[in-house]
């Protein structure tokens, strides 16, 4: 464990990241990967044109005949928004767009969804999770202490997606992962891995109280191996393809469709705004702006010194705190007491619960030798 305070003097990341590792002039790991990794090979725009415009005729030739051509995951936040308008309008694809409905959206998630649809004219499917299984779920994490109490919410996502992908014979899924504004990772031990099902089970196991009889899960090698070599479904990231900077992004949406801003990265979501905004930043002392704003940085999109006035405040205001922790308690079936409670329980780590980070681990080197995965997951 790191026990003096430091912080990079390139980004914003500091030892609130225990495994952190500062070189000589006190440039840390994330921003020497970057620009030993990532930087030298990631060619944005014109210069990179070539790859997604061809990937594009593929899909396009392949899904000749059908519906849709593709599958992308639509959450109303500005990377899936930007990849739906990508697909349609700059690489003439046909996709479906799946919603999640976990029972947390935000106003602005609602309206962007459909600002969306009507403005490009394309088919939407929501899957709905069943509100008792995913209420139960979530509280389970809140009892279990751990920093990633978001994980049901990201675990059905994904899962939902897959498994739809799977079940109906889509072989491409655009998405929004990007280096733009996510090449510094946050640590797992702020966010550990929500296709962890092993540990997702354990948790529930120890604290739910109903069955999950329909809540959707994939397993690590379901999604990365079987749906990947014997489905076929291939992953297509146009983001990193394009020019993507994120504030341009959000205000050419906002022009052409009537997309609505949100303040911070992944609050197009009520309890992630409430997660990353305040649970874990108080609790736990991780605040996940460090490695958003940090990557925005290390892209050219936000100077380190306006980074840090940002992160020296508080992401939102105590009364609309103070109405979140009401919301978020009425919605679980809590009382306010009770979470107050939760919160103040003994802080645990992902370590505690049955897991399998071990394989996660083998994948991940396996992909960084291979030269597939650049960004640093640890």
Not at 101 to 122: C, F, H, P, R, T
Not at 264 to 282: A, M, Q, V
């Amino acid at each position: 464990m790191t026990s003096k305070y430091q912080i990079c003097t390139n980004c914003i990341m500091d030892t609130s990241d225990s495994n952190i590792v500062f070189d000589s002039k006190g440039w840390c790991d994330y921003c020497n990967n970057y620009h030993s990794n990532i930087s030298p090979y990631w060619k944005p725009g014109i210069e990179d044109s070539e790859p997604i415009l061809k990937a594009a005729d593929v899909i396009r030739k392949e899904g000749k005949g059908k519906d849709h051509d593709c599958l992308i995951g639509l959450s109303g936040g500005v990377d899936s928004s930007y990849v739906a308008y990508l697909a349609k309008e700059k690489l003439g694809l046909r996709p479906l767009l799946f919603h999640v409905d976990a029972g947390w959206n935000s106003q602005q998630a609602v309206n962007n969804i459909e600002k969306l649809v009507d403005g490009l004219k394309l088919d939407l499917y929501t899957e709905v999770i069943n509100w008792l299984e995913m209420r139960d779920l979530q509280l389970a994490f809140f009892k279990a202490q751990v920093p990633h109490i978001d994980t049901p919410q990201d675990h059905a996502f994904f899962a939902a997606l897959y498994n739809f992908a799977a079940k109906h014979k889509f072989k491409y899924i655009l998405t929004g992962a990007n280096y733009s504004t996510e090449c510094v990772r946050e640590p797992l031990e702020w966010h550990y891995h929500a296709s962890d099902l092993v540990q997702l089970k354990d948790i529930h196991k120890k604290f739910g109280t109903i069955p999950l009889k329909t809540f959707p899960m994939a397993n690590i090698l379901t999604y990365k191996l079987y749906y990947r070599f014997v489905k076929g479904i291939k992953v297509v990231k146009p983001l990193n393809h394009f020019r993507f900077i994120k504030e341009d992004a959000m205000n050419e949406l906002v022009n052409l469709f009537g997309w609505q801003k949100y303040a911070h990265k992944h609050y197009e979501s009520r309890f992630t705004r409430f997660y990353e905004g305040y649970w874990l930043p108080e609790k736990f002392g991780y605040d996940k702006r460090r490695a958003h704003f940090s990557s925005l940085i290390l892209t050219g999109q936000l100077s380190r010194t306006d980074a840090l006035e940002k992160i020296s405040k508080k992401a939102y205001d105590e009364e609309t705190v103070k109405q979140d922790f009401e919301y978020i308690a009425n919605k679980l079936d809590i009382s306010i007491d009770y979470l107050k409670e939760l919160f103040n329980g003994s802080n645990k780590t992902y370590h505690d619960y049955n897991n399998q980070k071990g394989i996660m681990d083998l994948g991940t080197n396996v992909l960084r030798f291979l030269g597939v995965q650049k960004a640093i997951i640890r």
